[in-house]
């Protein structure tokens, strides 16, 4: 049987990442946290007063017509001083549709913001007892009803007039719809789900029936249990009118009476190439089959959305796109049971899962891109009655990843509100959980999930998370094995804990060392972050967020984690013969001494990249800069000119002395490092190690950053910079370091140190230089170093100067087949703008195979993309949203790229002996492509695919 919780939306805030919009300050969302209090329970709310607006821009007290025209103007309130403050804050309250412009209401600056509050608005509105508007709502005159359906319905006709606009929005644009008043009751699924939340907020006895209707509603089963609740609780007066209204909604919808009369219009539409459908789902409706009616229902609500995205029409899309509303709801009344899967056959199931694809591309949660890769694969599955266990398991594997894509929709839009309101309105938590229950994410998943587990259970893999075997979501990414104790990584300025096992969220960028990673939903597998945890053989999974429920109950436990080679992943409590071991992790033992023999740091005259190659790395600078070389002479014109630091530079930098010593900066280092190796080999716990090391870290960064180059140095810097790249200011560079503890057989180090993006100005430069040299003293580099390397005071900086190349996008390919291992795929991932993949988020993940196939792994769902200034850094925008990052032509110069690297370039062997793949750095501008890295792929253990060749017949039932 399907645990609850394994079905639950959980949402998960983005840790540290960028926005559009400058995060709340603690003082700003304290102060915002006391105006929304504020707001409950004042009468009037957040308004301060009401006027009369006339056509002349003049506006008047209240009064009997008292515009110069009779009869025209509007009398609305206007906000208070705090509203107009949490305004500056962007955080939008107290709207009202007849004050609005369309720009305003639109937002585009903002990515929609305003859109997305609005949903966010109504959401609290209807779980918090009308929440800042709960007194106010008797402030008579403040928001006129009739003027707010005309409003509403204006703006939302002249939004949904742009199909262009639709195609990228289509979910956002549906869930405005339902919040934003028009003239039509607004969801009775949503309504329902809000007021049993907020029945059970009061009433903690209604919780059970609560968790029915959202996670399995049955309009008549849920309408009988709330009368009877009613009878047999007796609760208070207050909680019996919420019930009583439930009730009726769900009486209402139960008997369909709202589609029915929608339907009988709709079908009135003259020549429509709807039609055909409207009659297909009104005659199953007539027949009251559920199937048929949830299959034709499928249809219609595709077919619905693919004449709104042609159409210019706003009125007409918006009416089509309110009858779209009904259709799905009816999905739920006529074709959702999550107890049904095991009465069925696989074959049903499976096309029952294609009804659901339909219905998530109908809600805006699948484009067309991803409806078709979809639909492909699940023709291909149903064509052989008897697929190997192997195929099915991969085919079915790849189908749920629809339940992700629904889900990566929805926190693209809505994640950044929610997380923003969240700082001062902790109740907004449920808003994407809300959102994607009221969906047709909710029967994908479920039924995606039963297909998944006999997937897994006919293909002998078999995942457990805290004793369920459930697949659906939940793969492995790094094979490994720890027991340590379990946490969650909730906030950005959470301490890390290297002997610790963490849940992280899918966008963290930046990590320390610890046990064991369990990334939440679309885990980045060329991410800095997740090529270090491959490197230290740390046990790496993605799991769905919707076990986050069950995930939090065994926090602060010692938990045994184990991600298997085949993908298999086990989390679970130990056995008490388990937790008597003194340790458990598989990552390599021994740490590497670094190969120092073939340094050259009395080499200190400044590198140019294209005189550079790869026979350079460790010698007179690292790696980055001598691949990158070899590639510039490769590929001409497509390595943005550059210039390179060597070692040797550095080692003269610190060879000087801080202030108040007589000691070289560098033998203090070497002894700051020495007495850390000696603790440790002493037995004291890293906590301990680390208290001493870090403040001397924090003092050699200091003064590294600090300490002026020497002024024959700085001269001829300064004039290769003219050199190079032209006159002061006239360019941009990546300042980037590149030391030689990168790029190993057995640890690539990537991401541990800092890259100071687009920097402008000499001045600046020579200062991002010295910021560059103090990074590998980062906290974070060195704990991450100190599992692989034994001496740390080794590791000696270069640093590159690269020109800025204004990426339309960027991103990372792999050689092989990150899933498999098959060395004749490529992996690649690709985003918007600068900058776009390594440091994580949902980019667009493909795997090209062999014979110019491409499957798409998952689309890109970015919230900004990031476009650097002429006058230094990145400005944060919003992206431009297309369903295709890559365009086939860029597709086939990464193609032909791969191809000439692996037949030309002198491969990097692994510790078996065998060539490494890949990791290639790229960007495209204007279509063209750009290389701005190549790596190794180290891994240290790689995957093995699942081999079971044993018949599955799609034809038996479950």
């Avoid at 080692?651 to 801080?658: A, D, K, L, N």
């Avoid at 850390?676 to 003092?699: C, N, T």
Wanted: glycine share 6%; proline share 7%.
């Amino acid at each position: 049987m399907i645990r609850t919780a394994l079905i639950v939306f959980a949402a998960v805030a983005t840790l540290g990442a960028e926005s559009l919009l400058p995060p709340l300050e603690p003082q700003q969302a304290a102060e915002a946290a006391k105006i929304v209090a504020g707001f409950e329970a004042n009468p009037r709310g957040p308004f301060y007063r009401i006027r009369w607006f006339c056509p002349d821009g003049k506006d008047y007290p209240p009064s009997p017509y008292p515009c110069e025209k009779k009869g025209t103007g509007r009398q609305h309130a206007t906000l208070s001083a705090e509203a107009l403050q949490l305004e500056k804050w962007n955080i939008d309250v107290g709207t009202i549709f007849a004050a609005m412009t369309f720009d305003e209401f639109f937002d585009a600056a903002r990515d929609h913001h305003r859109l997305k509050e609005l949903v966010a608005e109504r959401y609290l509105e209807e779980t918090q007892d009308g929440w800042i508007y709960r007194k106010a709502y008797t402030y008579r005159g403040a928001r006129q009803a009739e003027d707010e359906e005309r409003d509403g319905r204006r703006l939302l006709i002249q939004a949904f007039s742009r199909p262009d606009w639709l195609r990228k929005r289509l979910f956002l644009a549906q869930q405005v719809a339902g919040a934003v008043p028009h003239g039509l009751p607004s969801s009775a699924l949503k309504r329902a789900r809000n007021l049993a939340k907020a029945v059970a907020d009061v009433d903690p006895s209604f919780q059970p029936l609560r968790a029915k209707i959202h996670s399995s509603p049955d309009f008549e089963q849920d309408r009988v249990a709330v009368e009877d609740y009613i009878k047999t609780r007796q609760p208070t007066e207050a909680v019996q009118k919420m019930l009583r209204e439930l009730a009726a909604i769900l009486q209402e919808e139960n008997a369909g009476r709202l589609l029915s009369a929608r339907l009988a219009v709709v079908r009135k539409r003259p020549d429509s190439p709807l039609s055909p459908l409207v009659e297909a789902f009104a005659d199953a409706l007539r027949r009251n089959e559920d199937e048929a009616i949830h299959a034709a229902g499928s249809r219609l609500s595709a077919g619905i959305v693919r004449e709104v995205l042609q159409s210019t029409d706003g009125a007409g899309n918006l009416e089509l796109l309110d009858f779209n509303a009904l259709v799905t709801e009816a999905s739920f009344r006529h074709g959702y049971d999550p107890h049904e899967a095991h009465s069925h056959t696989r074959r049903e199931l499976l096309e029952q899962m294609r009804n659901d694809f339909y219905y998530a591309f109908g809600a805006g949660l699948l484009s067309e891109r991803q409806l078709g890769a979809l639909e492909q694969r699940l023709d291909a599955l149903l064509s052989d009655p008897q697929p190997a266990a192997d195929e099915y398991f991969e085919a079915v594997r790849y189908l749920s990843r629809a339940a992700e894509w629904c889900r990566a929709t929805a926190a693209r839009e809505f994640s950044p509100v929610e997380q923003r309101f969240r700082a001062f309105e902790p109740r907004t938590a449920g808003l994407l959980d809300h959102l994607l229950r009221s969906s047709p994410a909710l029967p994908l998943s479920t039924r995606a999930q039963a297909v998944v587990d006999d997937a897994a259970r006919a293909a002998g893999l078999r995942h457990q998370i805290f004793g369920s075997d459930s697949a659906a979501g939940v793969f492995g990414l790094n094979p490994g094995r720890a027991l340590a104790r379990l946490e969650i990584l909730d906030s950005p300025d959470q301490p890390i804990h290297s002997d610790r096992i963490y849940v992280i969220p899918e966008t963290v960028s930046d990590l320390k060392p610890m046990a064991g990673v369990l990334t939440l939903d679309s885990g980045n597998a060329l991410s800095h972050a997740q090529l270090l945890a491959a490197n230290l053989g740390l046990p790496n999974a993605v799991a769905p967020s919707s076990l986050l429920p069950v995930l939090r109950e065994h926090v602060g436990q010692e938990v045994l984690f184990e991600v298997g080679r085949r993908g298999e992943v086990t989390l679970r409590v130990p056995e008490p013969s388990e937790l008597a071991k003194p340790a458990l992790n598989e990552a390599p033992a021994r740490r590497l001494s670094l190969d120092v023999s073939r340094l050259k740091l009395e080499v200190r005259d400044l590198l140019r990249l294209e005189d550079l190659s790869e026979t350079q790395a460790g010698v007179t600078c690292g790696p980055k800069a001598a691949n990158l070389g070899r590639l510039a002479q490769m590929f001409p014109g497509r390595v943005s000119p550059g210039l390179v630091v060597p070692f040797g530079v550095y080692v003269e930098h610190i060879q000087r002395p801080m202030e108040g010593d007589t000691v070289p900066l560098a033998a203090r280092i070497s002894e700051a490092f020495d007495r850390a190796e000696q603790m440790r080999a002493s037995g004291a716990p890293e906590q301990e190690v680390q208290a001493y090391i870090y403040p001397q870290l924090d003092r050699f960064r200091a003064w590294i950053r600090r300490m002026p180059f020497e002024p024959a140095f700085e001269a001829k810097l300064r004039a290769a910079l003219r050199g190079t790249f032209g006159a002061d200011r006239s360019y941009g560079v990546f300042v980037r370091s590149d030391t030689n503890a990168e790029d190993l057989p057995q640890f690539s180090g990537a991401g541990l140190n800092l890259t100071v993006p687009n920097v402008v100005g000499e001045e600046k430069i020579l200062q991002a230089i010295r910021d560059v040299w103090a990074s590998p003293l980062q906290e974070r580099a060195y704990d991450w170093r100190s599992r692989m390397l034994d001496r740390q005071d080794r590791v000696y900086p270069s640093v590159l100067l690269q020109k800025t190349v204004q990426s339309d996008k960027s991103g990372v390919i792999a050689t092989v087949n990150l899933d498999t291992g098959a060395r004749d795929e490529i992996t690649i991932n690709v985003n918007e703008g600068v900058s776009a993949v390594v440091d994580g988020g949902v980019a667009e993940s493909l795997l090209l195979g062999p014979n110019g196939k491409v499957t798409l792994l998952q689309q890109a769902r970015a919230t900004y993309r990031k476009v650097a200034r002429p006058e230094g850094g990145f400005a944060i925008v919003p992206p431009i949203g297309d369903a295709a990052v890559l365009q086939p032509n860029e597709i086939e110069q990464v193609r032909a790229l791969v191809a000439e690297v692996e037949a030309k370039y002198p491969p990097s062997m692994g510790p078996d002996g065998k060539p490494l793949p890949w990791d290639i750095e790229l960007g495209f501008q204007g279509g063209e492509l750009r290389l701005f890295q190549i790596r190794p792929l180290v891994r240290w253990r790689s995957p093995q695919p699942i081999r079971n060749s044993a018949p599955v017949k799609l034809d038996e039932v479950l």
